[in-house]
């Protein structure tokens, strides 16, 4: 049993990965000042990249506006018109009159609803063409950053930042910048004309807007923050729910549906009670705007009525005041939104671009080129390994090489870092120290593509698109015709499985499509690495599923493949890797024993203990099972 | 396959015939009818208990409509009776002004009650009727569940309950608008019935305009939602397989794609922004036009004295309101479409028929009960005329460990799945503890039936959560024992928190193996008279499968087993094994008597595999050829 000591602890690849992963990016809940600044500035470059458009944007806005503005001074024109005030009674003119005011009123309208149109539109395009740009780059960014960005970003948060945080930037000119150039002509044309035409009442009707400016910003403000945890709460929600109808066999097995219905209804008032303090929140605000409003208008009317009484003024100037108030009312609400936009744009921005700008840690050396593969050696020199953040490294002095048409078994106990030679070879990660070199070229003197061209990795837990079989299998070379497809499939010994499905290959597999058994989807992959012929194919653990029947015949059908490539096996079944020309034995990252299955076996190490505990022959085997 | 060469080389330049990236589910139909009494009485069902609070609230919204209303008149009653030349009246502004003061205080009563009853009623359904479903799905029959997937029920549960809120918060908004409508049109026609008929002349423009913009519009719109969803499928699906389309070298081909997918949803984006803002001059001109009606018809009329002047003013401030209700209850018929599609939905999920519940009469199963399972005669199947068991019958005597073995479909696990009630047997009897399942109550079967399923499911939450989910009243000592026991306790103590480590999402964190001890020790908490147990069939290392084995006779010890066995130590070490193939028993016996009578399990046993899982379907059905020629 000395064999077995190495296992303890039991520490698997699977919790170090979750140890080794932090929370990057979910937790930048406020920017600070300066970054946010920098942010809001970045993105106005971004929309700067659209001139035209982002011109005729504010133009439109600054006309609209102006236009606006005119509609109460046209109405109030009108009243005084009608009153015969302006021509001195009725009369043919002043019919006229009524008539130009009219026209004129219906002519703004118009413009004003055309250069609305424009402002709305292009102000909304803007944002979509910044959106798509930057989606393109979030998305290429995301597909060349390196594994260890991967294990140490979660995919949710990734997820987040590519859908709502990239929202929040695109938003930010239609509801931040357009509001406020369309805020500043409203209010500050707005207020000059009033002013000037009466001061008081000028004051008067502009006294509601900056009560309602703050009250709206500070509501606007509080509903954020207790929207990201209304969220929060949601999700806890929502993750009970999907895990109990997941589970419910679970659930029912152990008759757990009290419990169940206990936690969802936990987890279902913390969000309804956070709900409820948001919709009274925003309602208190709602109502005292109108109020606000509202009270400013009858302190309008009531002095406003004191001056025309008095003679100071007309009706139609009063009537003037109130139209104006009208239309300044709703702007002036919305001023919370803009202020909600400008924070969020700079939290989200300041996010998505600290993934925008992360260096690519795994990238083309500046003078690579391309891999030229000849005899196919593959050699590794003295590697050691450290995972970014790691106490000790997971690999030291791993040196091997392996010749075209050979095959090296590697084994050993999890956590091992068997796994961790694997992602070395296609540059998944860099080697700490040592090299590894194909045909003699260092792997990081080469250019990626043809590296990962050259090295096929068939890994552990199969990631299948949602598409069919064939797009599947050909994901690597999407070109391929379908003999290959088929050749491929055959050797993977899952043609005839394919085949007996109603839709053969088209048949949709993945999350969405039809169900397949692990072993299918380890075939599946492996079909999926041979269409690329690498020269150097790794099955990363990656038959752990299948029967051992059926690796038998696919490393039969494999045979004539194999002659022209190195093929490395990671595994922890040892019928997997016995007929190996060389088998490495690796240990707390370093390879304790090497020699062939003979060799190892006679040697009496640690891989004859691994022997003895997997296949020693049946009337050996302890009894463990049973109450007999 | 002689086509295939090493040197054929495919044409790599042109757009790649077999790549797509991300996938489209046809989405659920969203717009029912506008209107289905049903659905509606289903859902009011739900409203009942707060149909108080809706009163009050359409009460409000009736005040706050007619002080909004109302304020134009005050207007037009303080210029005319206190301002109008040759009428200047003081003390008509003070009544007018306080008349304007009640009034916006009523109004700001009245707003803050509306929309706060509204919103939390809104609240507090959609939580009801989250809750009603979520129940309502934990005691539906398990052939249900085992049908539908787990994300078509999510969606039920939050996007349809969802858009059911917003049809009550709009439903409630609509009768203000409604009220508002009429009431502007009446006024208009009491102040003044010629003026008031030529302005609202330009109404029903609005409303043919609406009727013909609105289905175009629409499609426009959900053709936006729907490549949104696209595009932010592809973009998930990038994110979760990047590590294989880096490995396959795929990101210039994806990048390619994902920019069609993009591009798209840029194009449809601007059409239907395009849809959106047409109205918006269109409503402009309709509005100028009322005005300059009002101007010159209206105008007039105060010219030659027939109108005051501050009727005039009132049927200015009237028009700038006047398109508002048309456009929200244009746009509240989407959203009714919208909800009774929703409602539909939800409706079937709460119609699910329960078909396994506890009879009135039923027993609870006591913890005394001597601990046998039996099956007499059971024929049991999913789906009509394909049983999946046939006439099956066996009995586990209290304290014995009994092994089911047999190809995939040979019908173990359903075999199992009746032991606990999951489904009720066609015909034929299961007697736990001598009563028939039928007879007893679910739950108390329940905690006399532990189960043990092949894939250990964990939930979030804590180790010690996970291991105590069956008594949640067991103490921290009682679960560190039964980790030791079954040999978890060791690896728990090296997590970062030990047993209080968080597990991620299904225990993501742990290996499988580690979560198979996990949901032993779980079982071993329950404390339960019978063992109901699937074993793994994933290869696990070899350390942990040592583990795992001796686990296993800790759990055993003292119950009575039903195991699904895969691994032959497991087999062996049986009291008694039962073969089975196409849902009929076909040998039974202990190890020694099954390879004495050279069948089936001695074929299966004789192959030589360290388990039964690794034997391939083909072989078996090679080997069963074989069997029968000799």
Same mark, same amino acid.
């Given at each position: 049993m000395s064999g077995l000591v190495w296992v303890f602890p039991l520490r698997t690849d699977a919790t170090s990965g979750a140890a080794k992963r932090g929370k990057s990016f979910v937790h930048v809940a406020e920017a600070s000042w300066g970054k946010g600044l920098s942010t809001l500035l970045r993105i106005v470059r971004l929309t700067l990249r659209h001139p035209w458009q982002v011109a005729i944007t504010i133009i439109s806005t600054f006309i609209a506006a102006t236009l606006q503005l005119f509609i109460p001074r046209l109405l109030g024109r009108a009243i005084d018109q009608a009153q015969g005030v302006l021509t001195a009674g009725a009369g043919p003119a002043a019919e006229h009159a009524l008539w130009n005011t009219a026209l004129t009123l219906l002519v703004v309208s118009i413009l004003r609803g055309l250069f609305t149109m424009a402002q709305n539109y292009y102000g909304e395009a803007v944002g979509h063409r910044t959106g798509y740009e930057l989606r393109l780059a979030f998305y290429e960014k995301i597909q060349r950053l390196s594994f260890s960005f991967h294990d140490r970003v979660h995919t949710g948060d990734l997820i987040t930042l590519g859908l709502l945080d990239l929202d929040g930037v695109r938003m930010f000119f239609s509801t931040g910048i357009l509001r406020v150039v369309l805020l500043g002509v409203l209010i500050g044309v707005g207020a000059y004309l009033l002013i000037s035409t009466d001061l008081v009442l000028g004051l008067l009707s502009l006294s509601f807007v900056p009560f309602v400016a703050w009250r709206s910003s500070v509501t606007q403000l509080a509903l954020r923050s207790t929207w990201l945890t209304l969220q929060e709460r949601l999700s806890v929600l929502s993750r009970v729910m999907d895990e109990n109808l997941g589970g419910i066999r679970v659930v029912r097995a152990f008759a757990a549906q009290r419990h169940e219905l206990e936690k969802f209804d936990r987890a279902k008032q913390d969000a309804l009670d956070l709900a409820n303090q948001r919709v009274g929140i925003r309602v208190s605000n709602t109502s005292a705007m109108n109020f606000s409003f509202l009270a400013a208008m009858g302190l309008v009317l009531w002095f406003g009525g004191q001056k025309v009484i008095a003679g100071q003024i007309s009706v139609g100037t009063l009537a003037q005041f109130l139209t104006f108030m009208t239309i300044l009312q709703m702007p002036v609400r919305q001023l919370g939104l803009m202020v909600n936009s400008f924070a969020r744009a700079s939290t989200c921005g300041t996010r998505l671009f600290e993934l925008l700008d992360t260096e690519l840690d795994i990238e083309d050396a500046p003078d690579a080129r391309d891999l030229v593969v000849t005899d196919g050696m593959l050699r590794f020199e003295d590697v050691g390994f450290r995972y970014a953040g790691a106490g000790r490294p997971t690999l030291s002095g791993i040196s091997f090489e392996a010749r075209s048409g050979q095959t090296i078994g590697i084994v050993g106990p999890p956590g091992s870092g068997k796994s961790t030679i694997a992602h070395l070879i296609p540059r998944f990660y860099d080697v700490t120290s040592g090299a590894i070199t194909i045909d003699g070229q260092d792997i990081s003197k080469v250019t990626l593509q043809s590296l990962r061209k050259a090295v096929g990795v068939v890994q552990q837990d199969a990631f299948l698109f949602t598409t069919s079989i064939e797009n599947n299998i050909a994901y690597g070379n999407p070109w391929a015709r379908e003999t290959r497809i088929g050749q491929a499939a055959e050797y993977a010994q899952l043609h005839n499985y394919i085949i007996g499905l109603p839709a053969g290959y088209t048949t949709v597999v993945g999350e969405r499509g039809a169900s397949l058994s692990g072993g299918q989807r380890q075939r599946l992959t492996i079909a999926r690495s041979l269409m690329l012929r690498p020269s150097v194919l790794v099955f990363d653990d990656s038959t752990a599923a299948i029967d051992a029947g059926t690796e038998q015949r696919i490393r039969a059908a494999m045979k004539r493949f194999a002659k022209d490539r190195v093929t490395l096996i990671i595994s922890h079944r040892l019928s997997s890797l016995m007929h190996a020309d060389q088998i490495l034995f690796v240990e707390g990252g370093r390879i304790v024993e090497r020699g062939t299955h003979e060799e190892l076996l006679a040697l009496g190490g640690r891989y004859r203990a691994l022997y003895d505990l997997q296949l020693r022959p049946d009337d050996d085997r302890p009894v463990v099972t049973g109450a007999a | 396959?002689?086509?295939?060469?090493?040197?054929?080389?495919?044409?790599?330049?042109?757009?790649?015939?077999?790549?797509?990236?991300?996938? *489209?589910?046809?989405?659920?139909?969203?717009?029912?009818?506008?209107?289905?009494?049903?659905?509606? $009485?289903?859902?009011?069902?739900?409203?009942?208990?707060?149909?108080?609070?809706?009163?009050?609230?359409?009460?409000?919204?009736?005040?706050?409509?007619?002080?909004?209303?109302?304020?134009?008149?005050?207007? &037009?009653?303080?210029?005319?009776?206190?301002?109008?030349?040759?009428?200047?009246?003081?003390?008509?502004?003070?009544?007018?002004?306080?008349?304007?003061?009640?009034?916006?205080?009523?109004?700001?009563?009245?707003?803050?009650?509306?929309?706060?009853? !509204?919103?939390?009623?809104?609240?507090?359904?959609?939580?009801?009727?989250? $809750?009603?479903?979520? =129940?309502?799905?934990?005691?539906?029959?398990?052939?249900?569940?085992?049908?539908?997937?787990?994300?078509?029920? @999510? =969606? &039920?549960?939050?996007?349809?309950?969802?858009?059911?809120?917003?049809?009550?918060?709009?439903?409630?908004?609509?009768?203000?608008?409604?009220?508002?409508?009429?009431?502007?049109?009446?006024?208009?026609?009491?102040?003044?019935?010629?003026?008031?008929?030529?302005?609202?002349?330009?109404?029903?423009?609005?409303?043919?305009?609406?009727?013909?913009?609105?289905?175009?519009?629409?499609?426009?719109?959900?053709?936006?939602?729907?490549?949104?969803?696209?595009?932010?499928?592809?973009?998930?699906?990038?994110?979760?397989?990047?590590?294989?389309?880096?490995?396959?070298?795929?990101? *210039?081909?994806?990048?390619?794609?994902?920019?069609?997918? !993009?591009?798209?949803?840029?194009?449809? *984006?601007?059409?239907?922004?395009?849809?959106?803002? !047409?109205?918006?001059?269109?409503?402009?001109?309709?509005?100028?036009?009322? @005005?300059?009606?009002?101007?010159? !018809?209206?105008?007039?009329?105060? %010219?030659?004295?027939?109108?005051?002047?501050?009727?005039?003013?009132?049927?200015?401030?009237?028009?700038?309101?006047?398109?508002?209700?048309? &456009?929200?209850?244009?746009?509240?018929?989407?959203?009714?479409?919208?909800?009774?599609?929703?409602?539909?939905?939800?409706?079937?999920?709460?119609?699910?028929?329960?078909?396994?519940?506890?009879?009135?009469?039923?027993?609870?199963?006591?913890?005394?009960?001597?601990?046998?399972?039996?099956?007499?005669?059971?024929?049991?199947?999913?789906?009509?005329?394909?049983?999946?068991?046939?006439?099956?019958?066996?009995?586990?005597?209290?304290?014995?460990?009994?092994?089911?073995?047999?190809?995939?479909?040979?019908?173990?696990?359903?075999?199992?799945?009746?032991?606990?009630?999951?489904?009720?047997?066609?015909?034929?009897?299961?007697?736990?503890?001598?009563?028939?399942?039928?007879?007893?109550?679910?739950?108390?079967?329940?905690?006399?039936?532990?189960?043990?399923?092949?894939?250990?499911?964990?939930?979030?939450?804590?180790?010690?959560?996970?291991?105590?989910?069956?008594?949640?009243?067991?103490? &921290?000592?009682?679960?560190?024992?039964?980790?030791?026991?079954?040999?978890? *306790?060791?690896?728990?103590?090296?997590?970062?928190?030990?047993?209080?480590?968080?597990?991620?999402?299904?225990?993501?964190?742990?290996?499988?193996?580690?979560?198979?001890?996990?949901?032993?020790?779980?079982?071993?908490?329950?404390?339960?008279?019978?063992?109901?147990?699937?074993?793994?069939?994933?290869?696990?290392?070899?350390?942990?499968?040592?583990? #795992?084995?001796?686990? %296993? #006779?800790?759990?055993?010890?003292?119950?009575?087993?039903?195991?699904?066995?895969?691994?032959?130590?497991?087999?062996?070490?049986?009291?008694?094994?039962?073969?089975?193939?196409?849902?009929? #028993?076909?040998?039974?016996?202990?190890?020694?008597?099954?390879?004495?009578?050279?069948?089936?399990?001695?074929?299966?046993?004789?192959?030589?595999?360290?388990?039964?899982?690794? #034997?391939?379907?083909?072989?078996?059905?090679?080997?069963?050829?074989?069997?029968?020629a000799t």
């Amino acid at each position: 049993m000395s064999g077995l000591v190495w296992v303890f602890p039991l520490r698997t690849d699977a919790t170090s990965g979750a140890a080794k992963r932090g929370k990057s990016f979910v937790h930048v809940a406020e920017a600070s000042w300066g970054k946010g600044l920098s942010t809001l500035l970045r993105i106005v470059r971004l929309t700067l990249r659209h001139p035209w458009q982002v011109a005729i944007t504010i133009i439109s806005t600054f006309i609209a506006a102006t236009l606006q503005l005119f509609i109460p001074r046209l109405l109030g024109r009108a009243i005084d018109q009608a009153q015969g005030v302006l021509t001195a009674g009725a009369g043919p003119a002043a019919e006229h009159a009524l008539w130009n005011t009219a026209l004129t009123l219906l002519v703004v309208s118009i413009l004003r609803g055309l250069f609305t149109m424009a402002q709305n539109y292009y102000g909304e395009a803007v944002g979509h063409r910044t959106g798509y740009e930057l989606r393109l780059a979030f998305y290429e960014k995301i597909q060349r950053l390196s594994f260890s960005f991967h294990d140490r970003v979660h995919t949710g948060d990734l997820i987040t930042l590519g859908l709502l945080d990239l929202d929040g930037v695109r938003m930010f000119f239609s509801t931040g910048i357009l509001r406020v150039v369309l805020l500043g002509v409203l209010i500050g044309v707005g207020a000059y004309l009033l002013i000037s035409t009466d001061l008081v009442l000028g004051l008067l009707s502009l006294s509601f807007v900056p009560f309602v400016a703050w009250r709206s910003s500070v509501t606007q403000l509080a509903l954020r923050s207790t929207w990201l945890t209304l969220q929060e709460r949601l999700s806890v929600l929502s993750r009970v729910m999907d895990e109990n109808l997941g589970g419910i066999r679970v659930v029912r097995a152990f008759a757990a549906q009290r419990h169940e219905l206990e936690k969802f209804d936990r987890a279902k008032q913390d969000a309804l009670d956070l709900a409820n303090q948001r919709v009274g929140i925003r309602v208190s605000n709602t109502s005292a705007m109108n109020f606000s409003f509202l009270a400013a208008m009858g302190l309008v009317l009531w002095f406003g009525g004191q001056k025309v009484i008095a003679g100071q003024i007309s009706v139609g100037t009063l009537a003037q005041f109130l139209t104006f108030m009208t239309i300044l009312q709703m702007p002036v609400r919305q001023l919370g939104l803009m202020v909600n936009s400008f924070a969020r744009a700079s939290t989200c921005g300041t996010r998505l671009f600290e993934l925008l700008d992360t260096e690519l840690d795994i990238e083309d050396a500046p003078d690579a080129r391309d891999l030229v593969v000849t005899d196919g050696m593959l050699r590794f020199e003295d590697v050691g390994f450290r995972y970014a953040g790691a106490g000790r490294p997971t690999l030291s002095g791993i040196s091997f090489e392996a010749r075209s048409g050979q095959t090296i078994g590697i084994v050993g106990p999890p956590g091992s870092g068997k796994s961790t030679i694997a992602h070395l070879i296609p540059r998944f990660y860099d080697v700490t120290s040592g090299a590894i070199t194909i045909d003699g070229q260092d792997i990081s003197k080469v250019t990626l593509q043809s590296l990962r061209k050259a090295v096929g990795v068939v890994q552990q837990d199969a990631f299948l698109f949602t598409t069919s079989i064939e797009n599947n299998i050909a994901y690597g070379n999407p070109w391929a015709r379908e003999t290959r497809i088929g050749q491929a499939a055959e050797y993977a010994q899952l043609h005839n499985y394919i085949i007996g499905l109603p839709a053969g290959y088209t048949t949709v597999v993945g999350e969405r499509g039809a169900s397949l058994s692990g072993g299918q989807r380890q075939r599946l992959t492996i079909a999926r690495s041979l269409m690329l012929r690498p020269s150097v194919l790794v099955f990363d653990d990656s038959t752990a599923a299948i029967d051992a029947g059926t690796e038998q015949r696919i490393r039969a059908a494999m045979k004539r493949f194999a002659k022209d490539r190195v093929t490395l096996i990671i595994s922890h079944r040892l019928s997997s890797l016995m007929h190996a020309d060389q088998i490495l034995f690796v240990e707390g990252g370093r390879i304790v024993e090497r020699g062939t299955h003979e060799e190892l076996l006679a040697l009496g190490g640690r891989y004859r203990a691994l022997y003895d505990l997997q296949l020693r022959p049946d009337d050996d085997r302890p009894v463990v099972t049973g109450a007999a | 396959m002689s086509t295939h060469s090493g040197d054929e080389k495919e044409d790599t330049s042109g757009r790649p015939t077999k790549a797509v990236v991300g996938s *489209h589910r046809d989405e659920e139909e969203v717009f029912g009818k506008a209107y289905d009494p049903r659905i509606v $009485r289903r859902i009011w069902n739900f409203v009942k208990p707060y149909r108080g609070r809706i009163y009050i609230s359409v009460a409000a919204v009736l005040v706050f409509t007619l002080t909004q209303l109302a304020i134009p008149l005050v207007i &037009r009653y303080a210029i005319d009776h206190g301002m109008a030349a040759g009428r200047l009246d003081r003390s008509v502004m003070i009544w007018a002004t306080g008349a304007f003061a009640t009034i916006i205080l009523i109004n700001y009563g009245a707003s803050y009650v509306q929309e706060s009853v !509204v919103g939390k009623v809104a609240e507090n359904v959609l939580s009801d009727l989250r $809750r009603a479903m979520f =129940s309502h799905l934990q005691r539906v029959s398990l052939s249900f569940m085992d049908k539908t997937e787990v994300g078509r029920l @999510m =969606s &039920r549960l939050q996007g349809d309950v969802n858009s059911m809120q917003e049809f009550l918060e709009t439903s409630v908004m609509s009768v203000g608008d409604i009220v508002l409508l009429f009431g502007i049109v009446s006024v208009l026609l009491w102040l003044d019935f010629r003026l008031g008929l030529l302005t609202l002349s330009t109404m029903p423009v609005l409303f043919i305009v609406r009727l013909f913009w609105l289905p175009r519009a629409k499609v426009a719109f959900m053709a936006a939602h729907e490549t949104n969803s696209i595009a932010n499928g592809a973009l998930a699906e990038g994110i979760h397989g990047v590590r294989t389309v880096q490995s396959l070298e795929r990101q *210039h081909v994806n990048f390619d794609l994902y920019d069609e997918k !993009v591009l798209a949803n840029l194009n449809v *984006h601007l059409r239907s922004a395009r849809y959106a803002q !047409v109205m918006v001059p269109i409503v402009d001109t309709l509005t100028g036009f009322a @005005m300059a009606t009002v101007i010159v !018809v209206g105008g007039s009329m105060v %010219l030659s004295h027939s109108l005051d002047v501050g009727i005039m003013v009132a049927f200015l401030f009237y028009i700038q309101r006047f398109f508002d209700p048309i &456009r929200s209850l244009t746009m509240q018929y989407s959203v009714m479409q919208r909800a009774m599609a929703s409602g539909q939905r939800i409706s079937e999920v709460l119609d699910v028929p329960v078909d396994v519940s506890d009879k009135d009469n039923a027993v609870k199963l006591s913890r005394d009960m001597d601990g046998t399972v039996e099956f007499r005669n059971v024929t049991f199947g999913y789906r009509q005329n394909l049983p999946v068991l046939k006439n099956v019958s066996f009995r586990v005597n209290p304290g014995e460990t009994v092994a089911l073995v047999g190809p995939t479909g040979s019908g173990k696990s359903s075999s199992m799945a009746l032991v606990h009630r999951f489904y009720d047997v066609w015909s034929g009897q299961v007697l736990v503890g001598g009563h028939d399942v039928r007879d007893l109550t679910q739950d108390s079967l329940g905690e006399q039936v532990a189960m043990v399923l092949q894939e250990p499911f964990l939930f979030s939450g804590t180790v010690l959560e996970n291991i105590r989910y069956h008594k949640t009243g067991a103490n &921290r000592e009682e679960v560190v024992r039964a980790a030791l026991a079954v040999g978890a *306790h060791d690896f728990i103590e090296n997590l970062p928190d030990g047993y209080d480590t968080e597990l991620e999402q299904r225990g993501g964190n742990l290996s499988l193996g580690q979560r198979q001890l996990i949901s032993f020790a779980r079982a071993l908490v329950a404390d339960a008279k019978i063992l109901v147990l699937d074993e793994a069939t994933a290869s696990i290392d070899s350390y942990t499968e040592m583990l #795992i084995q001796k686990a %296993l #006779i800790k759990l055993l010890e003292g119950r009575t087993g039903l195991v699904i066995a895969h691994r032959l130590a497991t087999i062996r070490g049986a009291d008694r094994i039962i073969v089975l193939q196409n849902g009929e #028993i076909v040998e039974s016996g202990n190890h020694e008597q099954l390879m004495a009578i050279k069948g089936l399990y001695a074929r299966l046993y004789n192959m030589n595999y360290a388990s039964f899982d690794d #034997i391939s379907e083909e072989e078996m059905g090679m080997d069963a050829a074989v069997g029968k020629a000799t």
